[in-house]
């Protein structure tokens, strides 16, 4: 069935330095791919998604990649901020009405200040 | 405020127990989610209703039964609770289409005794 694969579980990056979380899918029909944080006590966050017709998007401090032939996809964030820690979730969608999300294990990230 | 609500926050029951959760979306979205998620932070979806239709089962037990008054409302009771059903309960809302943003609730954190 569908997966999604989420890589690492958890990371600690110094406060200013550039956090990457990968995932990699098994269903090649999915198109879109959106990225969620989770803060505590909180319900999930969308932050940033992508099309599958396109390679990279970028917001400010996040980018995302993502590689269709290798089934790839890859949140970047850049000067990061102790607002960062939370949980994130990558997630991967067919994309019509009937489809559902399948959401990746999640990863941990914490900022050190 | 605009926004996905859910009643109780916090759910102590007592196993063999009857419980429900209650959630509402003034977002105008027409698709409604229930998502559970695990000790380990795994999210994995429950139930999608698209204009007071079930559209998405996820092979969940049959103790669990979603109930979609109106496009706003969708609530979710489950009968003969179990102890492993104790997890943090997310509802959901988006447009149609699995390629849209998903609107999360804050959560119903559920302890089963």
């Known amino acids: 069935g569908e997966n999604v694969e989420q890589h690492p579980s958890t990371l600690s990056v110094q406060e200013g330095d550039s956090a990457v979380i990968k995932c990699t899918y098994s269903?090649?029909?999915?198109?879109?791919f959106p990225w969620y944080k989770q803060e505590l006590g909180k319900g999930p966050q969308l932050i940033i998604d992508?099309?599958?017709?396109?390679g990279e998007k970028k917001d400010q401090r996040i980018a995302v990649t993502l590689n269709k032939t290798a089934k790839h996809f890859s949140l970047h964030i850049t000067e990061t901020q102790p607002e960062d820690s939370a949980v994130y979730f990558c997630?991967?969608?067919?994309?019509?009405?009937?489809?559902?999300?399948?959401f990746g294990s999640g990863t941990r990230l914490s900022i050190r200040p | 405020d605009t926004a996905v609500s859910q009643t109780p926050k916090y759910l102590v029951t007592q196993m063999g127990n009857d419980k429900s959760i209650k959630c509402e979306q003034n977002?105008?979205?027409?698709?409604m989610y229930w998502y559970k998620q695990d000790s380990k932070k795994f999210l994995k979806i429950m139930f999608s209703?698209?204009?007071?239709?079930?559209?998405i089962n996820e092979t969940v037990p049959n103790r669990f039964s979603p109930k979609s008054p109106d496009k706003a409302h969708l609530n979710l009771h489950i009968n003969s609770l179990e102890l492993g059903d104790s997890a943090v309960y997310f509802c959901?809302?988006?447009?149609?289409?699995?390629?849209?943003?998903?609107?999360f609730g804050p959560g119903t954190r559920l302890t089963v005794l």
């Open positions: 209703y698209n204009n007071k239709e079930l559209i």
């Open positions: 992508i099309r599958s017709n396109v």
């Open positions: 977002l105008g979205h027409d698709t």
């Open positions: 959901a809302s988006s447009l149609s289409g699995g390629n849209n943003e998903q609107f």
């Open positions: 997630a991967a969608s067919r994309g019509s009405s009937a489809s559902k999300i399948i």
């Open positions: 269903d090649s029909a999915s198109n879109y």
